[in-house]
Protein backbone atom coordinates (compact mmCIF):
# COMPACT_ATOMS: atom_id res chain seq x y z
CA UNK A 1 0.00 0.00 0.00
CA UNK A 2 1.76 3.36 -0.93
CA UNK A 3 -0.10 6.60 0.30
CA UNK A 4 0.13 10.34 -0.96
CA UNK A 5 -0.41 13.15 1.27
CA UNK A 6 -0.38 16.24 -0.61
CA UNK A 7 0.27 19.95 0.81
CA UNK A 8 0.43 23.69 -0.42
CA UNK A 9 -3.11 24.26 -2.08
CA UNK A 10 -4.50 27.75 -0.71
CA UNK A 11 -6.06 31.14 -2.34
CA UNK A 12 -3.69 33.25 -4.27
CA UNK A 13 -4.29 36.70 -6.38
CA UNK A 14 -3.60 36.12 -10.33
CA UNK A 15 0.23 36.55 -10.96
CA UNK A 16 0.99 35.00 -7.39
CA UNK A 17 2.50 31.61 -6.69
CA UNK A 18 1.95 28.52 -4.73
CA UNK A 19 3.87 25.51 -4.68
CA UNK A 20 2.47 21.96 -4.54
CA UNK A 21 3.99 18.73 -2.82
CA UNK A 22 3.17 15.39 -2.74
CA UNK A 23 5.10 12.88 -0.86
CA UNK A 24 4.67 8.78 -0.64
CA UNK A 25 5.49 6.49 1.76
CA UNK A 26 4.14 2.52 2.18
CA UNK A 27 5.77 0.13 0.32
CA UNK A 28 7.93 1.76 -2.00
CA UNK A 29 11.01 0.03 -3.90
CA UNK A 30 10.94 2.30 -6.71
CA UNK A 31 9.15 5.03 -8.09
CA UNK A 32 8.91 5.58 -11.99
CA UNK A 33 6.45 8.47 -13.19
CA UNK A 34 5.37 11.04 -11.02
CA UNK A 35 2.39 13.33 -12.35
CA UNK A 36 0.04 16.60 -11.51
CA UNK A 37 -3.36 16.43 -12.38
CA UNK A 38 -6.44 18.88 -11.88
CA UNK A 39 -9.81 19.12 -11.93
CA UNK A 40 -11.88 22.20 -12.39
CA UNK A 41 -15.72 22.34 -11.19
CA UNK A 42 -17.71 20.82 -14.15
CA UNK A 43 -14.86 19.77 -15.91
CA UNK A 44 -12.69 16.69 -17.10
CA UNK A 45 -9.13 15.79 -14.90
CA UNK A 46 -6.52 16.93 -17.09
CA UNK A 47 -2.78 16.22 -16.72
CA UNK A 48 -0.99 19.11 -15.63
CA UNK A 49 2.67 17.90 -15.53
CA UNK A 50 4.65 14.89 -15.69
CA UNK A 51 8.45 13.92 -14.88
CA UNK A 52 9.92 10.24 -15.12
CA UNK A 53 12.92 9.04 -12.66
CA UNK A 54 15.19 10.04 -14.81
CA UNK A 55 14.39 13.50 -14.85
CA UNK A 56 12.35 14.18 -17.83
CA UNK A 57 9.22 16.60 -18.05
CA UNK A 58 6.41 17.21 -19.62
CA UNK A 59 4.03 19.78 -19.39
CA UNK A 60 -0.01 21.12 -20.69
CA UNK A 61 0.35 24.18 -23.13
CA UNK A 62 -1.38 26.40 -20.85
CA UNK A 63 1.39 25.91 -17.88
CA UNK A 64 4.29 26.07 -19.54
CA UNK A 65 6.72 28.85 -18.78
CA UNK A 66 4.91 29.34 -15.63
CA UNK A 67 4.62 25.92 -13.76
CA UNK A 68 7.83 23.83 -13.16
CA UNK A 69 7.36 20.40 -11.60
CA UNK A 70 10.70 18.67 -9.58
CA UNK A 71 11.08 15.66 -7.44
CA UNK A 72 13.38 14.55 -4.95
CA UNK A 73 13.61 11.12 -5.29
CA UNK A 74 15.15 10.33 -1.79
CA UNK A 75 12.38 11.82 -0.24
CA UNK A 76 9.93 10.12 -2.50
CA UNK A 77 8.39 13.51 -3.02
CA UNK A 78 7.19 15.35 -5.60
CA UNK A 79 6.71 19.25 -6.48
CA UNK A 80 4.57 21.70 -8.48
CA UNK A 81 5.75 25.14 -8.63
CA UNK A 82 3.28 27.67 -9.99
CA UNK A 83 4.29 31.01 -10.98
CA UNK A 84 1.69 33.72 -12.50
CA UNK A 85 -1.24 32.03 -11.66
CA UNK A 86 -4.32 33.08 -13.42
CA UNK A 87 -7.71 32.52 -12.47
CA UNK A 88 -8.43 29.82 -14.61
CA UNK A 89 -5.70 27.79 -12.72
CA UNK A 90 -8.23 27.72 -10.18
CA UNK A 91 -8.89 23.39 -9.40
CA UNK A 92 -8.58 20.36 -7.11
CA UNK A 93 -4.62 19.31 -8.09
CA UNK A 94 -3.69 15.59 -7.65
CA UNK A 95 -0.67 14.12 -7.33
CA UNK A 96 -0.59 10.43 -8.87
CA UNK A 97 2.58 8.20 -8.46
CA UNK A 98 3.58 5.18 -10.55
CA UNK A 99 5.88 2.73 -9.39
CA UNK A 100 7.16 -0.69 -7.90
CA UNK A 101 6.55 -2.03 -4.49
CA UNK A 102 9.02 -4.20 -2.33
CA UNK A 103 7.17 -7.16 -3.61
CA UNK A 104 7.64 -6.39 -7.32
CA UNK A 105 4.07 -5.23 -7.89
CA UNK A 106 3.31 -2.51 -9.81
CA UNK A 107 1.14 0.41 -7.97
CA UNK A 108 -0.48 3.50 -8.92
CA UNK A 109 -1.80 5.55 -6.38
CA UNK A 110 -3.70 8.81 -6.19
CA UNK A 111 -3.54 11.73 -3.54
CA UNK A 112 -6.72 13.20 -1.90
CA UNK A 113 -6.32 16.69 -3.62
CA UNK A 114 -5.53 20.37 -2.53
CA UNK A 115 -7.48 22.72 -3.51
CA UNK A 116 -6.10 25.94 -5.66
CA UNK A 117 -7.81 29.26 -5.85
CA UNK A 118 -6.75 32.19 -8.08
CA UNK A 119 -8.83 35.27 -7.79
CA UNK A 120 -8.95 37.54 -10.30
Known amino acids: QVQLVESGGGLVQAGGSLGLSCAASGSIFSINVMRWYRQAPGKQRELVAAITSGGSTTYTDSVKGRFTISRDNAKSTVYLQMNSLKPEDTAVYYC??????????????WGRGTQVTVSS
Open 96 to 109: NVEGRSWSSRPFGS
